[in-house]
T-cell receptor, first 113, second 113 residues
Framework: DSGVTQTPKHLITATGQRVTLRCSPRSGDLSVYWYQQSLDQGLQFLIQ???????AKGNILERFSAQQFPDLHSELNLSSLELGDSALYFC????????????FGQGTRLTVV | ELKVEQNPLFLSMQEGKNYTIYCNYSTTSDRLYWYRQDPGKSLESLFV?????AVKQEGRLMASLDTKARLSTLHITAAVHDLSATYFC?????????????FGTGTSLTVIP
């Protein structure tokens, strides 16, 4: 158990809908990263938050947004969902900005039908 | 953009044999990580390599980093079935880029009895 908790584990929704994925980092970790894993794109970095502030942005679509709350949990919001958004979404956390190791949650498997 | 390439993509090997997985990356970095992923599961940290010439070993796995060649290797010694999984290398470019990981394509390893 990495100590990073993601909910829900599975999500099935229809095209055009909006969903929210939640991540609780390891106790004491200030940075949260979101990654998307799909068969065609592999593992791709989406966005990073550090202590409530956006720190880095990757290949995140405009339809997607995220935030990190004062208690350090993070949410990834996906809207106007398309079939191609079906993927495994991972959250990872590190102690600080200058990490040496990231710990990954179990992921949320999103299926858009 | 940083490119991270792994080879082979698929590896089928017999128990007891040795093999090496290669990870090449396109931009200077001295921070490389190896992760293991079982089907449908999260990513488990295996090795963190933070300097040129770094070598780490855990059980039947040994990882090394040559930053001049922009190459890391993951060597498997006397493979056993339990090592069957997908192995990813990941590179980060340090503080200025937020430390997000750029993942390789993954190597799917199957160890045959």
């Amino acid at each position: 158990d990495s100590g990073v908790t993601q909910t829900p584990k599975h999500l099935i929704t229809a095209t055009g809908q909006r969903v929210t994925l939640r991540c609780s980092p390891r106790s004491g970790d200030l940075s949260v990263y979101w990654y998307q894993q799909s068969l065609d794109q592999g593992l791709q970095f989406l966005i990073q938050y550090y202590n409530g502030e956006e720190r880095a942005k990757g290949n995140i679509l405009e339809r997607f947004s995220a935030q990190q709350f004062p208690d350090l949990h993070s949410e990834l919001n996906l809207s106007s969902l398309e079939l191609g958004d079906s993927a495994l979404y991972f959250c990872a956390s590190t102690l600080g900005v200058m990490n040496t190791e990231a710990f990954f949650g179990q992921g949320t498997r999103l299926t858009v039908v | 953009e940083l490119k991270v390439e792994q080879n082979p993509l698929f590896l089928s090997m017999q128990e007891g044999k040795n093999y090496t997985i290669y990870c090449n990356y396109s931009t200077t970095s001295d921070r490389l990580y190896w992760y293991r992923q079982d089907p449908g599961k999260s990513l488990e940290s295996l090795f963190v390599l933070l300097s040129n010439g770094a070598v780490k070993q855990e059980g039947r796995l040994m990882a090394s980093l040559d930053t001049k060649a922009r190459l890391s290797t993951l060597h498997i010694t006397a493979a056993v079935h339990d090592l069957s999984a997908t192995y990813f290398c990941a590179v980060d470019l340090g503080l200025n880029t937020g430390n997000q990981f750029y993942f390789g394509t993954g190597t799917s390893l199957t160890v045959i009895p």
